[in-house]
Each structure stands twice: as structure tokens, then as C-alpha cells.
């Protein structure tokens, strides 16, 4: 039974992306004035070389007004810090604003920053009036921009590419400075493409080349494919359409990113209704903390369906793909999966809802796809589609409810040869809320009573990569784990602290635990296994976790502005959470008892790491018993190293991190296609002999997965298609040496 909890706490880790991704190849990295020519746009600045006319962009958005008034109320009233939103965090904000506007440094120029820096001390001011006057001076600067960097683009990928000079390119947009000029904004477009089309050239040759004979392959068994070469290019990039000869490579490189970045320019030039304000609203707020974050409608969708792990629609996953919308996969047992028309590679050239005429989607941005897509189970909706061979179909999917079940709680369990068996729980998420069908806590009770009644010789719970999310089901897991007692403590700006716990005697299983962490493990996460190891319920295993030790909660911003237009909601820190030993988890995270080789190592990832995140701060202590063991911690942790030190796939991975650091440090890369031929071939050898191949490694257990009794088995798709996803989770299981470790440590435990 829980004391006193808020009706809606969320503690879910955020992110925020910057506008325009540095390469076709990953995602943006987070991150004097020159006067106006005559009779131009006074915001459009200067330098150099005419100016392209700006693309049009929406004009404000009506809700504005009210949408900046009550998210300045709520900050200043109701966050943690309790802080007035004036000049010095005007200040801040601006240049977090300038970052999501052109975080890759790829779109703005010097003078464009200078322009916009007028603004730089009036963020507050625009946000009490409700006129936001630098979030369209921003958008028109940067639909200028993208306009200019779109036909230097085409002009650049029109003619072969140089590779023969000695020069490099600097991908760290972290180390770069904003242009000066549009020739230097140019000549770093140059560069940034030639590496692009050496990349793609590279891809393609890798298709072409002869496959190694499989030694353990038996005669008439079909050749797999190499572990580099995925599914995408398999499917984008046909072997029959790679051109035989080094410049029919190089210009089919060149034509493919071409048509890459006229999709990706046709999006950005289709910004949403109240994409600019959002840009401002949320740099504001992360002037605060980095976790307070508005969500406009139709991100607030999504993020309920991360909450809650199911949605209604057709069971696809989709991504833009050029100018294109393109089916991924399907979800196993979902409606296209049933209905056998749609399938991975197919691109969505129309959608059509009942009664309504089809609407063509060429260039439109994803989400606007989707929301014409998803719909009420059991309606129509039709899709004309381009088939990969190159012909089109239209397909009629009757829309069901999609159950995600890797958000959900799996369990299995695990047993050597002749030893005992061990339960194992794995937790993506603290996943649940009001109209959820199921929550993380009922989850877990219902595997750990399966656990006891396979009479498992001990548990363990996975919360690696649990990024967070509700208070309540962390503090009602935690209780089917300890007997009663407090498990966190949270308290607000006006620094009145609650104890929240399990007031009911009674738990759901008393054997031993191990619970599994690493530097991804954030939030609630944190608040069970730093409950755990405090009450020595547990012993805590992997790597130092995040360190997020404050609390969400959703604010409605349409019921605030009563109801009569559609805002989304406002996510604000209006918590800290400390452990019941009294010391906070903000910024330091739960230290493992004991500690296990980080995959993750080379990643500056955490709390820490993050701009203005809240203080660490401790309180005083919650009354507990702790839990009494028959281990001797000091022991386990010196028998685990003695194995870690002689299990080869472990004791690769402090190499690997090295290696893997120091290539984030080496930032430029030469562009010469020799220099760049040898750079890529000596920084593969060196990471194929440092990794370990967990692919490939031998299983060390078996693992007889828990059936899930809230979802049906998925019946074969057309042609006989079968759901492996179980299998496949099973195996990946068998092989993890983190797991391996963790096993033998409760087999430790558990031996008298």
C-alpha cells in the first residue's frame, strides 16, 4: 500500500535533438554584425555572396501568446528551483536556442548569430508579452539558410568529386565556429559531402565484395549475409544496381545523397505550426534543468505511447527515407503483419482514411504520416505504396491496437548443466499511467511469483538501459521486494520532504537478488536499486548509473488554458529525490557493489555531463532495517574480478573502450581517398581484434522463457512468416557475458 503519491509523477529521461543532423550518416550532435544590404530583410543577414530569397515559413501561431505566458508561470511558480526567469537566463537560453536552431554549424552563418543576438537578453520579455519575436526571426533566417544550402548542394553533387587533395574535415561541430562567410559555409558543405560519397562508395563496394566461405556451413545451406551488411542497404541498395565501375560508383554515390538531401531540405522546409516556438519554449526551460521540456501535441502522443506500450494503428515502423516515408519493419502479429500486402522497404506514396480522398505524402515530414496512419481500431485505412521491384499497389489495412511487448516486462528462467536454476526479470521501463492496460509494478510482481513458484534459487532484475519513468511503480516494485519500510524520498522547491514506502507488510519473494545497472540506468532506475542496496536487499552489479535524482510531473497545458485550444503539456521538474540513506542519486547515480567492464566506457554520458543540471544535495536519513545477508560482500567482489580477469569477452572491453575513446578524439578526417582508405581499414582491424564477438560467442546457460498470459501468440504471416523474436531474446540471454557474471555472483550468494 502507498502513501501519499501524486497522481501523475514521471522521472522518464529527455533528450532534445538539434534541427538539422550533421551527415546522412548519424544524428546532430547535441549541443560582429555585418549590415543588411539595402531594402533586405533586416533579418536576413549579410555576408559575402547574395542571399537566397527566404522560403516562406509559417506565420505565428495563434496559440502562442497563451502557450509562453502559462509555461513562464509554470516555470517560475512551480519548478524546483523556483527561479525568476529574467535577463541572466535570457542569456543562457539564447545560446541554447542557437544551438537547436543550427547545432551542427552546417546552416547559419556568423552574422545570422549577430542578428539574432539582439535578442539575447529579451527571451523573458517575449515570453511575459506572448510575442515571440526571436523564435520567426530565428525561423526565417534559418528557411533562408536552407534555401541557400540547398542549391549549393545540388551544385556541388552535379559534377565528380576530387579525392586526390591532401586536405581534411573537422566532424565535431563542438569545434567548429558558425561560418563567416557563405564561400566558407560552402567549402565545409564540400567536404562534408566528398566524405559522404567516399562513405557510400565504401558501402557499396562492401556489397560487391566476395564473402568469406562459412566454415561451419553445410553443403546446400544458403550463404549468410556479413554481420556489416544490414538489412538497409540489402534492401536500398540491390547488388544489380551497384554500377561495376569505379565512376559509375562515384556518380551513383553522388546521385543517391543528392536525392538524400533534397527529402531532408523538402522537410525543413515544411516546419510544423509551432515548431518555432517550441524551439524557444524549450531552450528556456533548459536553462533551468535539462529534464524540464515542452511536448506539443503531437509529441505528447508519442510520448504516452512510450508510457503506456501500445497505440491504434496499423503495427509498422516507419522513417523518412528521401522524399519518402518508408516502411522499416512490422510488428509481429500486428494488422499488416496479418494482412500480408505491406512490407519492410516499401515507401508510402498516398494514404487515404474512409470517406476521404488519398492524400499524397511525397516530402511530408514523418509525423504527419503517421497521424494519418494511426487511427481508431477497427477503421479502414488504404496505402499506396511503391513495391522495392519498382511497381506500386494499394493496400487496405484494417487498423487493430499495437501492443510494443519489448516495453513490457519479460522474464526466464536461467540454469546451468546440473546447477541451480536463477530467475531473471528484464525491466525496459517504468512504464503505466491512468489508461494503461498494465503497469511495470504488476508486472514484476506477477514474474517474481512465477519465480517463486519454479522455486528459483535467486533473481535477478535487469534495469540496464531503464531510463526511467513512474515514481509510483518504483516505489510499489521496491515494496514486493522488502517486508515494509520507506524506499524514497522526494522534496519540492518549498523544501517540504516526504517519505514515500511500502506501508504493507508482506513481499512477494525473500530470496536472493542481483540487480543489473550501467551508466543508461536513470530515474526510477535509480530510486530501486539505490532502495535495494540500502536495505542490502540486493547486491547491485554493472557500471555507475546516470545520476537523474529529480522528479517530473506532466502539466496540462490545454486544461490550463481551459480547454479551449490544443497546447501539449509541459514536463517540469518539480522534485528531487533522495535515498533513504539521505544522499541524493543526482549527479552521482548508484555505485554497483560491484563492477563489471563498461561497454559504454568511451560515452561521456550522464547526469554530470548535462548543461544546468540540479545540484547534488543530500538530507537527513529515513529510519530502515537493513536486510540480513549470508554473503560477505568484500568476497563476492574479489571472486567476481578473479573470473572477469580470465573470461576473454570481459576482459576485451577496457581495450575497446580505449580504442573507441580515442577515435571520438580523432576528429578530423583526411579526405584524400587513400589517406581515408587507410585511416577506415587500420580503425576496423584495430576494433575487430579489440571487441569481443558476443554474436558469436558460446551460450553458458539455458534460458526457458516466462509466456507472457496478456499476450497471444502471434500467428504466422502470410507465407508462413514466423514471429522470432523469442528466440532470438533467448539466445542473445544465453550469450551475454554481463549476465554470465551476474549468474555466477547469486550462484556465490547462494552457496554456503
Same mark, same amino acid.
Given at each position: 500500500?502507498?502513501?501519499?503519491?501524486?497522481?501523475?509523477?514521471?522521472?522518464?529521461?529527455?533528450?532534445?535533438?538539434?534541427?538539422?543532423?550533421?551527415?546522412?550518416?548519424?544524428?546532430?550532435?547535441?549541443?560582429?554584425?555585418?549590415?543588411?544590404?539595402?531594402?533586405?530583410?533586416?533579418?536576413?543577414?549579410?555576408?559575402?555572396?547574395?542571399?537566397?530569397?527566404?522560403?516562406?515559413?509559417?506565420?505565428?501561431?495563434?496559440?502562442?501568446?497563451?502557450?509562453?505566458?502559462?509555461?513562464?508561470?509554470?516555470?517560475?511558480?512551480?519548478?524546483?528551483?523556483?527561479?525568476?526567469?529574467?535577463?541572466?537566463?535570457?542569456?543562457?537560453?539564447?545560446?541554447?536556442?542557437?544551438?537547436?536552431?543550427?547545432?551542427?554549424?552546417?546552416?547559419?552563418?556568423?552574422?545570422?548569430?549577430?542578428?539574432?543576438?539582439?535578442?539575447?537578453?529579451?527571451?523573458?520579455?517575449?515570453?511575459?508579452?506572448?510575442?515571440? @519575436?526571436?523564435?520567426?526571426?530565428?525561423?526565417?533566417?534559418?528557411?533562408?539558410?536552407?534555401?541557400?544550402?540547398?542549391?549549393?548542394?545540388?551544385?556541388?553533387?552535379?559534377?565528380?568529386?576530387?579525392?586526390?587533395?591532401?586536405?581534411?574535415?573537422?566532424?565535431?561541430?563542438?569545434?567548429?565556429?558558425?561560418?563567416?562567410?557563405?564561400?566558407?559555409?560552402?567549402?565545409?558543405?564540400?567536404?562534408?559531402?566528398?566524405?559522404?560519397?567516399?562513405?557510400?562508395?565504401?558501402?557499396?563496394?562492401?556489397?560487391?565484395?566476395?564473402?568469406?566461405?562459412?566454415?561451419?556451413?553445410?553443403?546446400?545451406?544458403?550463404?549468410?549475409?556479413?554481420?556489416?551488411?544490414?538489412?538497409?542497404?540489402?534492401?536500398?541498395?540491390?547488388?544489380?544496381?551497384?554500377?561495376?565501375?569505379?565512376?559509375?560508383?562515384?556518380?551513383?554515390?553522388?546521385?543517391?545523397?543528392?536525392?538524400?538531401?533534397?527529402?531532408?531540405?523538402?522537410?525543413?522546409?515544411?516546419?510544423?505550426?509551432?515548431?518555432?516556438?517550441?524551439?524557444?519554449?524549450?531552450?528556456?526551460?533548459?536553462?533551468?534543468?535539462?529534464?524540464?521540456?515542452?511536448?506539443?501535441?503531437?509529441?505528447?502522443?508519442?510520448?504516452?505511447?512510450?508510457?503506456?506500450?501500445?497505440?491504434?494503428?496499423?503495427?509498422?515502423?516507419?522513417?523518412?527515407?528521401?522524399?519518402?516515408?518508408?516502411?522499416?519493419?512490422?510488428?509481429?502479429?500486428?494488422?499488416?503483419?496479418?494482412?500480408?500486402?505491406?512490407?519492410?522497404?516499401?515507401?508510402?506514396?498516398?494514404?487515404?482514411?474512409?470517406?476521404?480522398?488519398?492524400?499524397?505524402?511525397?516530402?511530408?515530414?514523418?509525423?504527419?504520416?503517421?497521424?494519418?496512419?494511426?487511427?481508431?481500431?477497427?477503421?479502414?485505412?488504404?496505402?499506396?505504396?511503391?513495391?522495392?521491384?519498382?511497381?506500386?499497389?494499394?493496400?487496405?489495412?484494417?487498423?487493430?491496437?499495437?501492443?510494443?511487448?519489448?516495453?513490457?516486462?519479460?522474464?526466464?528462467?536461467?540454469?546451468?548443466?546440473?546447477?541451480?536454476?536463477?530467475?531473471?526479470?528484464?525491466?525496459?521501463?517504468?512504464?503505466?499511467?491512468?489508461?494503461?492496460?498494465?503497469?511495470?509494478?504488476?508486472?514484476?510482481?506477477?514474474?517474481?511469483?512465477?519465480?517463486?513458484?519454479?522455486?528459483?534459487?535467486?533473481?535477478?532484475?535487469?534495469?540496464?538501459?531503464?531510463?526511467?519513468?513512474?515514481?509510483?511503480?518504483?516505489?510499489?516494485?521496491?515494496?514486493?521486494?522488502?517486508?515494509?519500510?520507506?524506499?524514497?524520498?522526494?522534496? @519540492?522547491?518549498?523544501?517540504?520532504?516526504?517519505?514515500?514506502?511500502?506501508?504493507?507488510?508482506?513481499?512477494?519473494?525473500?530470496?536472493?537478488?542481483?540487480?543489473?545497472?550501467?551508466?543508461?540506468?536513470?530515474?526510477?532506475?535509480?530510486?530501486?536499486?539505490?532502495?535495494?542496496?540500502?536495505?542490502?536487499?540486493?547486491?547491485?552489479?554493472?557500471?555507475?548509473?546516470?545520476?537523474?535524482?529529480?522528479?517530473?510531473?506532466?502539466?496540462?497545458?490545454?486544461?490550463?488554458?481551459?480547454?479551449?485550444?490544443?497546447?501539449?503539456?509541459?514536463?517540469?521538474?518539480?522534485?528531487?529525490?533522495?535515498?533513504?540513506?539521505?544522499?541524493?542519486?543526482?549527479?552521482?547515480?548508484?555505485?554497483?557493489?560491484?563492477?563489471?567492464?563498461?561497454?559504454?566506457?568511451?560515452?561521456?554520458?550522464?547526469?554530470?555531463?548535462?548543461?544546468?543540471?540540479?545540484?547534488?544535495?543530500?538530507?537527513?536519513?529515513?529510519?530502515?532495517?537493513?536486510?540480513?545477508?549470508?554473503?560477505?560482500?568484500?568476497?563476492?567482489?574479489?571472486?567476481?574480478?578473479?573470473?572477469?580477469?580470465?573470461?576473454?569477452?570481459?576482459?576485451?572491453?577496457?581495450?575497446?573502450?580505449?580504442?573507441?575513446?580515442?577515435?571520438?578524439? @580523432?576528429?578530423?578526417?583526411?579526405?584524400?581517398?587513400?589517406?581515408?582508405?587507410?585511416?577506415?581499414?587500420?580503425?576496423?582491424?584495430?576494433?575487430?581484434?579489440?571487441?569481443?564477438?558476443?554474436?558469436?560467442?558460446?551460450?553458458?546457460?539455458?534460458?526457458?522463457?516466462?509466456?507472457?498470459?496478456?499476450?497471444?501468440?502471434?500467428?504466422?504471416?502470410?507465407?508462413?512468416?514466423?514471429? @522470432?523474436?523469442?528466440?532470438?531474446?533467448?539466445?542473445?540471454?544465453?550469450?551475454?557475458?554481463?549476465?554470465?557474471?551476474?549468474?555466477?555472483?547469486?550462484?556465490?550468494?547462494?552457496?554456503?
Amino acid at each position: 500500500m502507498l502513501r501519499n503519491l501524486p497522481a501523475v509523477l514521471l522521472i522518464a529521461l529527455a533528450a532534445c535533438s538539434s534541427k538539422a543532423p550533421p551527415s546522412g550518416e548519424s544524428p546532430a550532435t547535441p549541443n560582429g554584425p555585418t549590415a543588411p544590404a539595402t531594402g533586405a530583410d533586416p533579418m536576413v543577414a549579410q555576408a559575402g555572396a547574395a542571399v537566397a530569397p527566404a522560403t516562406a515559413v509559417p506565420p505565428p501561431d495563434p496559440r502562442e501568446a497563451a502557450l509562453s505566458k502559462i509555461v513562464l508561470r509554470l516555470l517560475e511558480q512551480e519548478h524546483l528551483l523556483r527561479k525568476k526567469v529574467d535577463d541572466g537566463v535570457s542569456r543562457i537560453a539564447f545560446k541554447t536556442y542557437v544551438d537547436r536552431l543550427d547545432g551542427s554549424k552546417m546552416f547559419l552563418l556568423a552574422a545570422d548569430h549577430d542578428a539574432l543576438a539582439r535578442h539575447i537578453d529579451k527571451l523573458d520579455d517575449q515570453m511575459r508579452s506572448g510575442s515571440l @519575436d526571436i523564435a520567426h526571426d530565428g525561423a526565417k533566417l534559418f528557411a533562408t539558410r536552407v534555401a541557400m544550402v540547398e542549391k549549393l548542394v545540388a551544385e556541388i553533387l552535379a559534377a565528380p568529386l576530387d579525392f586526390t587533395n591532401e586536405e581534411y574535415i573537422e566532424i565535431d561541430p563542438k569545434r567548429l565556429e558558425l561560418a563567416a562567410s557563405e564561400t566558407e559555409l560552402r567549402e565545409r558543405w564540400r567536404r562534408r559531402l566528398e566524405l559522404e560519397v567516399l562513405e557510400r562508395i565504401a558501402q557499396m563496394e562492401q556489397r560487391l565484395a566476395p564473402k568469406k566461405p562459412d566454415p561451419k556451413a553445410k553443403p546446400g545451406d544458403k550463404p549468410k549475409p556479413d554481420d556489416d551488411d544490414d538489412e538497409a542497404d540489402r534492401l536500398t541498395m540491390p547488388l544489380a544496381q551497384i554500377p561495376p565501375t569505379p565512376e559509375g560508383r562515384e556518380a551513383k554515390a553522388r546521385a543517391d545523397i543528392a536525392k538524400t538531401y533534397a527529402g531532408r531540405f523538402a522537410r525543413l522546409r515544411n516546419p510544423g505550426p509551432l515548431d518555432a516556438a517550441s524551439d524557444v519554449i524549450n531552450a528556456v526551460s533548459a536553462a533551468l534543468d535539462p529534464h524540464t521540456t515542452y511536448l506539443p501535441p503531437a509529441d505528447k502522443a508519442n510520448f504516452d505511447i512510450a508510457m503506456t506500450g501500445s497505440l491504434e494503428g496499423i503495427g509498422a515502423v516507419l522513417r523518412e527515407r528521401d522524399h519518402y516515408t518508408e516502411v522499416v519493419e512490422l510488428v509481429p502479429g500486428g494488422a499488416s503483419w496479418r494482412q500480408g500486402g505491406l512490407g519492410p522497404g516499401d515507401l508510402i506514396l498516398s494514404v487515404a482514411n474512409p470517406g476521404q480522398e488519398p492524400v499524397d505524402v511525397f516530402d511530408l515530414r514523418i509525423d504527419e504520416v503517421v497521424k494519418m496512419i494511426r487511427g481508431k481500431k477497427g477503421t479502414v485505412v488504404r496505402l499506396r505504396v511503391q513495391k522495392p521491384a519498382g511497381h506500386e499497389e494499394t493496400i487496405a489495412i484494417t487498423r487493430d491496437v499495437v501492443v510494443i511487448e519489448e516495453a513490457y516486462a519479460k522474464g526466464a528462467v536461467l540454469q546451468r548443466k546440473g546447477q541451480a536454476a536463477f530467475g531473471y526479470i528484464h525491466l525496459p521501463s517504468f512504464y503505466g499511467g491512468r489508461d494503461a492496460k498494465r503497469n511495470a509494478a504488476n508486472d514484476v510482481r506477477r514474474l517474481l511469483a512465477e519465480m517463486k513458484t519454479r522455486k528459483v534459487t535467486g533473481v535477478i532484475l535487469d534495469l540496464r538501459s531503464n531510463g526511467g519513468g513512474l515514481l509510483g511503480d518504483a516505489v510499489e516494485m521496491t515494496g514486493h521486494l522488502i517486508d515494509r519500510g520507506p524506499v524514497v524520498q522526494v522534496q @519540492d522547491s518549498r523544501n517540504q520532504r516526504e517519505v514515500l514506502g511500502d506501508d504493507q507488510r508482506g513481499l512477494e519473494y525473500d530470496g536472493p537478488m542481483v540487480v543489473m545497472v550501467d551508466r543508461f540506468s536513470a530515474s526510477a532506475s535509480e530510486i530501486v536499486a539505490g532502495a535495494l542496496q540500502d536495505y542490502n536487499r540486493a547486491v547491485v552489479v554493472g557500471t555507475t548509473t546516470h545520476g537523474k535524482g529529480t522528479v517530473q510531473t506532466l502539466a496540462d497545458l490545454d486544461r490550463a488554458a481551459g480547454g479551449k485550444i490544443e497546447l501539449g503539456v509541459l514536463k517540469i521538474t518539480i522534485q528531487q529525490f533522495f535515498r533513504i540513506s539521505g544522499s541524493s542519486t543526482q549527479r552521482e547515480g548508484v555505485v554497483p557493489d560491484i563492477i563489471l567492464p563498461d561497454p559504454a566506457g568511451h560515452i561521456d554520458s550522464g547526469e554530470r555531463e548535462l548543461e544546468h543540471a540540479v545540484a547534488w544535495s543530500q538530507t537527513t536519513p529515513a529510519t530502515h532495517t537493513r536486510w540480513p545477508v549470508t554473503w560477505n560482500t568484500s568476497s563476492l567482489v574479489q571472486k567476481s574480478a578473479n573470473r572477469v580477469a580470465k573470461n576473454p569477452l570481459l576482459a576485451k572491453i577496457a581495450s575497446t573502450t580505449q580504442i573507441l575513446k580515442a577515435r571520438a578524439q @580523432d576528429t578530423k578526417v583526411p579526405l584524400a581517398r587513400p589517406a581515408w582508405e587507410t585511416r577506415r581499414k587500420e580503425q576496423r582491424a584495430a576494433l575487430d581484434a579489440a571487441s569481443p564477438d558476443l554474436k558469436h560467442a558460446p551460450a553458458n546457460f539455458t534460458v526457458k522463457p516466462i509466456e507472457d498470459p496478456a499476450i497471444k501468440p502471434t500467428v504466422p504471416g502470410p507465407g508462413g512468416r514466423k514471429d @522470432d523474436r523469442a528466440i532470438k531474446w533467448s539466445d542473445a540471454l544465453a550469450r551475454d557475458p554481463w549476465i554470465d557474471e551476474s549468474v555466477h555472483i547469486l550462484g556465490d550468494m547462494t552457496t554456503k
